[in-house]
């Protein structure tokens, strides 16, 4: 059998056809639903991708990526509306704050040699940490959350026309994608497969197994900030729950592993497919909590009969076979 | 020198795995260690190698005291190991596994890949480049070690029982790439079990039995040791196999 090769880049018509049709979307639907839709389901492509390239490019399994999107959540809030920072400022804050807090937690946990279920431990124990800290002190507003005051206009980040989020979050995206892509293409995407694949191989052909996670984490830390900048500006309300809750985090590896875990196009595919199933369960039924039941189940299926995500659906085609034999 | 090994020891717990074992490579060739099975062979490549840390003991590389260094640091100065219970990038191609390899000398997308299709050519792999390691035959494993730490283009190659589970036609093959290795400049260090392929490789041989090393000498100087042959067949068995000396080859 040969397999699809993971480390061969994506051609760009494809690239660009995901694109046009992102681009489309918004004229195509204008409702504010729709639109509202689009803005949450590549919000979750953008966190979900931040959890995959951990994750699913570098195997590093983690149940508490909601630390990065809470700690960018936090940063770039509380320097909006102490200290009068523009939240477009805002972005690359939150951005170096998640990072920030993905080098910490992996300097500690890969300093002290945790891998896969500790690892995934460790960092819910963090997230959980961060959410107890978030909701004690006063910076933060407590479990009253924040606030931030409506100010509609473009330079405050906040958009008359939910088209501008829209616009915004597929440029966030996009941004994500082309990360992938390069781990794709690039030694160091190659390296975090090896360490993904086989750490003791990995250091024996000369990959610094430690420095290239710690680098990795940042990475992913810095896309979670920026999700959190995003997601508070969009809503313009955080509290410790909605900042650093578990459901985040099941959320962002549920769309990776869904679409496809280490995949460029997996969180998006992963995301759509969300946000559509909570949608409909929302507009058909009043039962709360129900599209998270419905997710469970979906895993269930996906990880029974496509182990490598809905993607495998797509990539498939050249008379390969499934991994799990029937 | 290439590889210098003093007094080096492993302890687990009571049990000393290594015990003051020392040996020297020299550049250019094919040196081999042996010993009974549980003699500390794959401990002491570990410790070589970094993988372990050995409890006494130095080892220097190209004059360089390298004890103690971590385990990618050895490999990018020179040193690359393969595994006895081959390691494979599963989930990725042949080609990708020896990319990774070859991307420690070539930054380079291009050169980097161009390179391990290169050395896929040299070991003999180059029909199987697209395909998933997973599902490489024992034979296709231990080659692909091979290739990936050929790749990252090694000064020395600690090889792990690169011919164990393979057939004679395999040994054949995979002896004349080891050979065609160190005749393109690489030095080789190899464990091995598959005797006719140590006799006919290797120039010098280091024989470790109980963690010690027991002799040392050219292939005929060891197998006519007593000592070798009482650390294979038992005692008193020196005596009985001084007439036939080849009998250490099937042990």
Partial sequence: MTSVSELQPIPWKLHLSVLAVAIAFPF??????????????LFYAFIGQSWNISGGFAGQLSFGHVAFFGVGAYA??????????????????????????????AVLSFRAGLKGSYFALITLAFAEV?????????????????????????????FAERSGFYFLILALAAGSVAVAEWMRRSRFGAQLAAIRENEDSAKALGINVFAEKVKVMLISGAIG?????????????????IAFGTDKSVEMLLVAMIGGAGTVYGPLVGSVLLALVSDVTRTLTQIQGLSLVLYGALLVVIIAFLPNGLIDLFTRKRGGKPERKK | MMLQVANLSKVFGGLRAVDDA??????????????????????LFACIAGFHAASGGRVQFLGQDITGWPVHKISRA????????????????????????????????????????AVARQVGMEGLLAQSASDLTVAGRKRLELARALATGPKLLLLDEVMAGLNPTEIREIIGII????????????????????????????????????A????????????????????????????????VAHA
């Fill in chain 1, 130 to 158: 961060l959410r107890i800290v978030s909701n004690s002190i006063g910076i933060t507003g407590g479990g009253l959350g924040l606030l931030i005051p409506m100010n509609i206009g473009a330079q405050n980040l906040q």
């Fill in chain 1, 28 to 41: 195509v639907f204008p409702s504010s639903f729709m639109v509202n839709f689009g803005v949450l389901a």
């Fill in chain 2, 22 to 43: 020392s040996l020297q490579v020299e550049q250019g060739r094919i040196v081999a260690l042996i010993g009974p099975n549980g003699a500390g062979k794959t401990t």
């Fill in chain 2, 78 to 117: 020179g040193m690359v190991r393969t595994f006895q219970i081959t390691q494979p990038f599963a989930k990725l191609t042949v080609h990708e596994n020896i990319a990774v390899g070859a991307y420690q000398k070539f930054h380079d997308r291009h050169e980097a890949w161009e390179h391990a299709r």
């Fill in chain 2, 179 to 214: 050979r065609a290795i160190r005749d393109s400049g690489v030095t080789v260090l190899l464990i091995e079990h598959v005797m006719h392929a140590v006799m006919s490789l290797s120039e010098h041989i280091y024989v470790l039995s109980y963690g010690k090393i027991i």
């Fill in chain 1, 76 to 105: 770039s809030t509380i320097m909006q509306m102490r200290y009068g920072i523009s939240p477009w400022l805002g972005l690359p804050i939150a951005g170096l704050a998640g990072a920030f807090v993905g080098g910490v937690i």
């Fill in chain 1, 225 to 241: 900030g920026i999700g959190g900048c995003f997601f508070a500006q969009y809503f313009l309300y955080i509290d410790p729950l």
């Fill in chain 2, 216 to 247: 040392q000498g050219t292939p005929q100087e060891v197998v006519n040791n007593p000592a070798v042959i009482e650390a294979y067949l038992g005692r008193g068995s020196a005596d009985h196999a001084a007439d036939k000396p080849t009998q």
